[in-house]
């Protein structure tokens, strides 16, 4: 039987793909206007901070380990 997420955790999954997603779109931004390295290099600095955070929470790492246990996300 899978685990049941909560709704908070699924916001705070949902937010993880939502930063990596910034993140990893970070050098192809036509959009955007022409911004300095250093303000580039701190959002990027504050995007990973975010993710890290949520990784850390008590109840994301237990559902992970819950997914690892049961064999539907791969072991590091």
Same mark, same amino acid.
């Given at each position: 039987?899978?685990?049941?997420?909560?709704?908070?955790?699924?916001?705070?999954?949902?937010?993880? @793909?939502?930063? @990596?997603?910034?993140?990893?779109?970070?050098?192809?931004?036509?959009?955007?206007?022409?911004?300095?390295?250093?303000?580039?290099?701190?959002?990027?600095?504050?995007?990973?901070? @975010?993710?890290?955070?949520?990784? @850390?929470?008590?109840?994301?790492?237990?559902?992970?380990?819950?997914?690892?246990?049961?064999?539907?996300?791969?072991?590091?």
């Amino acid at each position: 039987m899978n685990p049941e997420p909560t709704d908070a955790l699924v916001i705070k999954l949902a937010s993880i @793909a939502a930063h @990596a997603g910034e993140l990893l779109a970070a050098d192809d931004q036509p959009q955007k206007a022409r911004i300095g390295i250093t303000t580039v290099k701190n959002e990027r600095r504050r995007r990973m901070e @975010a993710i890290l955070v949520l990784l @850390a929470d008590t109840e994301v790492r237990s559902y992970l380990a819950q997914l690892k246990k049961i064999g539907l996300i791969n072991k590091p």
